[in-house]
């Protein structure tokens, strides 16, 4: 099945950076041409179906490294309020009454949101029905990054009961739909989650060559805490468990010493960054440039809608963009270049994908239109195209997305998720 | 002519800041009435035009306090970059070569994009064609206070045609189009109007009845050169100046010491708070918290799209709402009441406009509508909508807009301004 794509500005997001009026052919999954100018008739003919992008900006899906879709119900429901408030009166107590239907519904309308806005793949990280996750990640059409979340403040024999399960999710699903689906394994965090915990899941995710994916160093409170309690850094003490000998990716990462940072660096630990989380729960803002100039590998997440509040990229992307020129009074710490990468290629490469993330022959046929004629993205050349992605794009711009060359928005119409009925479902939603 | 709008969920922003389902009255550009539940057969039959608002939700129009639309074009024409690098290269040998038609093509522009995404009323400071914006504000029908930024490094008699071509701006066009034009003086800061020249402006005001609005406090290196220079802070020198004798808005505000905001708070002068632009150029982050503790007005501003990069309110509450939460690692120190106040009724008094920024009888009819049947707008109960407007909405969820009664968007298709047009000029611009 051959589709070819024309008349759009490509933004490959490759090595060069390139920009340029051209057009694509997908074969099957992945993207077979990506060329300047306009198709022959040669690739027109061998097409399946043409598409006239009609000078839409063509770049690769956004990538959403770190969140919790079962929760996307508590939007909104408790907001400006301490942590540890928000935690024991807004999301325990909630969550302890989701059934799977409420969880069912929460993570298609979280779907249906990063679909509107541009995701294309995303990681969920969540403690509840994750195979009926599976099911709908299947569905959707997204590629997933499935980690069943376990806390491991529990007896030895239902500590073992979570890791069973992470393993058969991996069995069950890892590498399912074209390999859109896989699994990782996933301790909490350091807080919640003992050495001895730790040192089970290290050695879960070396026999059965699963990744690891756990939060930490989130908040200044729960790294004083572990160093009260452990002598050591949380960092330095998974480290010295052995988790970062395989391969991991952490999120949050704001308060790190330049020793933990070093630790990332040399066991090339890549990080999911969660700008809007952490601003809104008042944890902090991670140290993003330090990191960038140490080549640590730096992804965007959102978080759940309980704590951000919502899963748009292009936002998340905007802060990322913003909020370290502004903390540290220099524009130049980061770049739109450095941005869009961090949503695009660096996520695959935190994600463990390999060929995903530019448009460029060989990598997985995974992108989204972007609609240019608006007022907030005029003028407009192709020296403007990266500006105007990450400092004034928003997720409505999107119009189309392709995942693995599955057309799953086409004009802004979701083909494989029902909209209706998931925003009827999440209307019907009381608590 | 009486506008009935029915069938809406009413965001008041007034005292009580009460959310119900209900309907409004409004009669000529004012509100005759605001109430719960459903109209009666009277009020339909008083109605000379009945909208059905089908369950969207009504609140005040969203009041930016600054910006310079003349520039609109140079969005995205230089980012990353330091900020006397970016005016040295980018700003200022650009805006050399603006012709009117530039002008008022760019202000079109950014008057779109604003109408777009909510905003009823802007500041315009910008130094070209400033009675060409008059007749094109008065076209728009957006409320608008027009302020013809002085540079006051010139000689003499090019600072008295200044201040002469202001006071002829306000005679000319205070007050016009049922007042929904007003004027007011802008020098355009300390670093770049000497002492003798701020006297003359504050002579020209308090002769005039203006008010003053002014950039103040927007980097460090300004502040730390203005003490080097002149043995005060620029906000101490100005009121030495008498400026805040006068009504004054200042934009930006970001570096102040302790005595600064002691004056802001005694002279009841407001702030006008950019925190993207802020961040972008690498300015800072502005002690919104602790102003807001002393009860300064505090109101939002985006800047211009060179700087930002876009004229979004929604997105300037969203990092207004945030980022003071992350650097205070507090999530307490905002709340969506306070920002959704600042880019509404705290925003009017800023622009010092009267019975504006609620829906309450008796105020200006300046409203919009915004569509909550979106994925990322649920769930959605009364108790959220506060919460949603303002860390989960987007410009784009904005369906409708009124001001003054006039309806100047209607199902996203403007009315008072020719937006293909003004995109399809925008498209022709080249630098």
């Given amino acids: 099945m051959n589709k070819l794509i024309h008349s759009v500005t490509v933004v490959t997001m490759d090595n060069k950076n390139s920009v340029f009026d051209g057009f694509v052919i997908v074969k099957d999954d992945k993207f077979h041409e990506v060329k300047q100018g306009t198709p022959s008739e040669y690739d027109k003919n061998q097409a399946d ?4 992008g009609s000078g839409k900006w063509l770049l690769p899906g956004l990538i959403n490294s770190h969140g919790h879709l079962g929760s996307a119900f508590l939007r909104g429901a408790g907001d400006d309020i301490p942590l540890m408030t928000w935690l024991k009166t807004v999301m325990w107590p909630n969550e302890q009454k989701f059934t799977e239907e409420i969880v069912k519904n929460a993570a298609s309308l979280a779907m249906v949101e990063m679909v509107k806005s541009g995701t294309t793949t995303f990681l969920d990280m969540y403690h509840l029905y994750m195979d009926k996750m599976a099911e709908l990640a299947i569905s959707s059409e997204m590629r997933t990054v499935l980690c069943r979340g376990m806390i491991g403040l529990c007896p030895d ?23 859109k689906v896989t699994v990782a394994l996933s301790p909490h965090a350091p807080y919640t989650c003992p050495p001895s915990f730790m040192i089970k899941v290290v050695d879960a995710a070396k026999k059965n060559g699963m990744w690891i994916h756990t939060h930490l160093a989130e908040t200044k409170g729960e790294v004083d805490r572990h160093i009260a ?7 330095k003490h998974m480290d010295d468990l052995g988790l970062f000998d395989v391969p991991s990716l952490i999120a949050h990462g704001v308060h790190l010493t330049v020793e933990d940072l070093h630790i990332l660096c040399e066991k090339n630990v890549s990080v999911a960054h969660n700008p809007m989380s952490n601003l809104k729960l008042g944890s902090g803002i991670a140290p993003i440039p330090d990191m960038i100039n140490k080549g640590i590998t730096i992804s965007l997440g959102t978080d759940s ?11 998340e992307m905007r802060f990322a963009a913003l909020i370290h020129k502004g903390t540290h009074e220099d524009p130049t710490v980061t770049t739109s270049e450095m941005i869009l990468r961090m949503a695009t290629n660096w996520g695959a490469k935190a994600l463990q994908l390999e060929k995903l993330g530019k448009i460029k022959a060989g990598y997985q046929a ?6 240019p004629n ?18 004034s794009a928003k997720g409505s711009d999107v119009t189309d997305s392709f995942v693995g060359g599955v057309h799953i928005m086409k004009d802004k119409e979701l083909l494989s998720l029902d909209e209706e009925k998931i925003i009827f479902e999440a209307k019907a939603f009381q608590i």
């Fill in 49 to 52: 179906e043409i598409i006239n």
């Fill in 157 to 179: 024999r239902e500590q073992d009961e979570k890791i069973a399960e992470s393993i058969q999710l991996f069995h069950d699903y890892n590498g399912v739909n074209k390999g």
């Fill in 229 to 235: 309690e452990h002598g050591v850094s949380p960092v």
């Fill in 305 to 315: 809608t309980a704590s951000n509040n919502n899963l748009d990229l292009f936002e």
């Fill in 366 to 371: 995974d992108f989204i239109l972007v609609n």
């Fill in 374 to 391: 608006s007022a907030h993205l005029l003028p407009s050349d192709k020296k403007r195209v990266l500006s105007h992605l990450v400092y």
